[in-house]
């Protein structure tokens, strides 16, 4: 009954349906912000990323778990630093002094 | 001890992860929500070096350095105007990383792995694979690296559709069978191959669905490698990119009338290259010069501006902004109409028009503002074309028949900047063009406006020196 990856599977499907739900009520104006904010967050590959160039296994797997740590780096430092710099972008009507 | 302090590393990032999406929902509170997921991505990747698998930090610190330094000069030195491509291509990074987890592990561990292992494997380096050559694709096409019309060739629909299925039917075996080596490899080249030949036939038009549908597959992509090394974190962050990306795909796919079958197997903007030619009836156009426009523009009390990828183009946002400028200082109400697929990627305009300092509350979604357009004295068409093209709502045969378009019609007077008389990217000739209430001003869009700015500001001063007298 407790097969681990039935396990997972819930916690991916309510995932899904938790994301959903949040991701419905980002408005259209951040559509783009959002985009590249889910791509940092995606870049969480990293986390595998790490492990597979770290452990100590063959040199084939130490080359690509270091090639899958650097493309997941650039997604988390660029994604999260562009989305930054977006969302600085967009201001509110100043409202004028009387 | 480690174990424990391991997981709830793991699950702050994942909680972060959640709430720093929801603090999206507001401008207000959106750069407070990317602080909050960059602190769960910490978390999570601090907790990931203090697991005691990790015997060897020299590689990881070679990849972290080189990641960071690429991605921190990628995030500074691209220009606004290149988001799309920026977006494109980082989906190509994290389907990459995701791909390369999924070949060591089964590199590794192929001949001892378990079926139900395998298939969750097989999804991560299938999604992974045509992720990145699909995005690779999608990128060439908005840096015209290659031509950004859709590339069409005979059978192409069929071997696609063959090439898929083969495709599936390794997966399947590879199954039944985990230890098949080739076979794993070999659906690795088949995923690239697909994603290429996916996005070969799609155009400039579709690319805020194919970038929100390539999103998606990012994300299941890192939500499948979650499943095969059992890592809850990753499963989550993958299931909420999986799912942002499939409702993006969803709402554009809306925007635009398309089925999502249609969308979700890729068949976008091939459909359409038959509809072009028809209808040889000789039309005439009224064509305008900028101070024509500048007179109306002057005297409107209200005005709405429908900004498209012509505006991107011609990077004309910044000299939207000063007319716009211009006209709230004399007095009127200015506002943005935002279509959902104006643009090469959702949420385009808006990120140019907020560089060129438009505050956001000035631009409107459609729903929000299409009945308002009946009580408007100037509709101002820049750059756009389909997504105001009044045939979306009768004409049965047109390819843009029901999708949802901006009233623009419906305003008193319809200016539209555009460089010629070409049809739309959806090739249906627009009727508004003929409309008697419709001005042409053609020529590139930033020097039509830069002279409106110039105009509009002489009148006022010859107007404010006349009171004077």
């Known amino acids: 009954m407790t097969n681990p990856l039935f396990e997972s599977l819930y916690i991916l499907v309510l995932a899904g349906f938790l994301g959903f739900e949040v991701i419905r009520k980002v408005p259209p104006l951040l559509h783009t912000p959002l985009m590249s904010t889910?791509?940092?967050?995606?870049?969480?590959?990293?986390?595998?990323?790490?492990v597979a160039a770290g452990s100590g296994q063959s040199i084939v797997s130490t080359v690509l778990g270091t090639l899958a740590v650097t493309a997941a780096t650039i997604n988390v430092v660029g994604g999260f630093m562009i989305t930054d710099r977006m969302l600085k972008m967009f201001r509110r009507k100043e409202r004028k002094p009387q | 001890?480690?174990?424990?302090?391991?997981?709830?590393?793991?699950?702050?990032?994942?909680?972060?992860?959640?709430?720093?999406?929801?603090?999206?929902?507001?401008?207000?509170?959106?750069?407070?929500?990317?602080?909050?997921?960059?602190?769960?991505?910490?978390?999570?990747?601090?907790?990931?070096?203090?697991?005691?698998?990790?015997?060897?930090?020299?590689?990881?610190?070679?990849?972290?350095?080189?990641?960071?330094?690429?991605?921190?000069?990628?995030?500074?030195?691209?220009?606004?105007?290149?988001?799309?491509?920026?977006?494109?291509?980082?989906?190509?990074?994290g389907a990459l990383a995701a791909t390369l987890v999924g070949i060591v592990e089964y590199y590794e561990h192929g001949l001892t792995?378990?079926?139900?292992?395998?298939?969750?494997?097989?999804?991560?380096?299938?999604?992974?694979?045509?992720?990145?050559?699909?995005?690779?694709?999608?990128?060439s096409k908005l840096q015209e690296f290659v031509k950004g019309a859709p590339i069409t060739y005979r059978f192409?629909?069929?071997?696609?559709?063959?090439?898929?299925?083969?495709?599936?039917?390794?997966?399947?075996?590879?199954?039944?069978?985990?230890?098949?080596?080739?076979?794993?490899y070999g659906m690795v080249?088949?995923?690239?191959l697909l994603g290429v030949l996916i996005v070969l036939p799609i155009g400039g038009a579709d690319m805020p669905v194919v970038l929100a549908l390539l999103n998606s597959y990012a994300g299941l992509a890192s939500a499948a490698t979650g499943l095969v090394i059992s890592n809850n974190v990753l499963l989550i962050a993958g299931?909420?990119?999986?799912?942002?990306?499939?409702?993006?795909?969803?709402?554009?796919?809306?925007?635009?009338?398309?089925?999502?079958?249609?969308?979700?197997?890729?068949?976008?903007?091939?459909?359409?290259?038959?509809a072009q030619t028809q209808g040889g009836e000789e039309k005439t156009v009224m064509r305008y010069t900028p101070e024509d426009a500048a007179y109306i523009l002057e005297n409107a009390q209200s005005l709405i501006i429908i900004p498209g990828y012509g505006m991107a183009v011609a990077q004309a946002q910044q000299a939207v902004q000063e007319l716009a400028t211009l006209l709230i200082e004399k007095g009127a109400t200015v506002r943005y109409a935002i279509h959902p697929v104006a643009g090469r990627m959702p949420g385009h305009m808006n990120v140019l028009l907020a560089e060129a300092n438009v505050p956001y509350d000035l631009l409107?979604?459609?729903?929000?503002?299409?009945?308002?357009?009946?009580?408007t004295d100037v509709a101002l068409v820049i750059g756009a074309n389909d997504v105001v093209n009044?045939?979306?709502?009768?004409?049965?045969?047109?390819?843009?028949?029901?999708?949802?378009?901006?009233?623009?019609?419906?305003?008193?007077?319809?200016?539209?900047?555009?460089?010629?008389?070409?049809?739309?990217?959806?090739?249906?000739?627009?009727?508004?063009?003929?409309?008697?209430?419709t001005m042409m001003v053609f020529g590139d869009a930033k020097t039509t406006l830069t002279s409106l700015v110039q105009l509009v500001k002489q009148r006022t001063r010859t107007t404010v020196g006349a009171a004077k007298d």
């Open chain 2, 390 to 437: 009044p045939a979306a709502r009768y004409k049965k045969e047109s390819p843009l028949y029901g999708m949802p378009i901006l009233n623009a019609d419906q305003a008193q007077t319809v200016i539209i900047l555009k460089r010629s008389l070409s049809p739309g990217f959806a090739g249906e000739d627009n009727e508004l063009f003929y409309n008697k209430k």
């Open chain 2, 239 to 274: 299931a909420l990119d999986g799912t942002s990306g499939f409702f993006l795909s969803l709402m554009m796919s809306r925007a635009m009338n398309r089925s999502f079958t249609n969308v979700l197997f890729g068949a976008v903007g091939a459909v359409k290259a038959e």
């Open chain 2, 113 to 139: 792995i378990g079926h139900g292992t395998m298939a969750a494997l097989g999804f991560e380096v299938l999604f992974g694979s045509i992720t990145i050559t699909g995005s690779l694709m999608a990128f």
């Open chain 2, 189 to 192: 080249a088949a995923g690239l």
């Open chain 2, 156 to 184: 192409q629909n069929l071997s696609n559709i063959l090439l898929f299925f083969v495709t599936v039917g390794v997966f399947v075996f590879l199954i039944i069978r985990p230890e098949t080596g080739v076979l794993f």
């Open chain 1, 38 to 50: 889910t791509n940092a967050i995606s870049g969480i590959s990293l986390v595998g990323s790490l």
């Open chain 2, 1 to 93: 001890m480690n174990e424990i302090l391991l997981s709830a590393s793991y699950l702050a990032a994942a909680v972060l992860f959640v709430l720093g999406l929801k603090a999206l929902n507001s401008p207000e509170t959106a750069r407070r929500g990317v602080l909050m997921a960059e602190v769960g991505m910490l978390l999570a990747v601090v907790g990931t070096l203090l697991r005691s698998e990790i015997i060897q930090y020299q590689w990881i610190l070679v990849g972290i350095v080189a990641g960071s330094t690429i991605g921190a000069l990628m995030a500074i030195f691209m220009p606004m105007t290149a988001m799309p491509q920026r977006i494109a291509i980082s989906h190509s990074f």
């Open chain 2, 364 to 375: 409107c979604e459609a729903e929000q503002i299409n009945n308002d357009f009946q009580s």
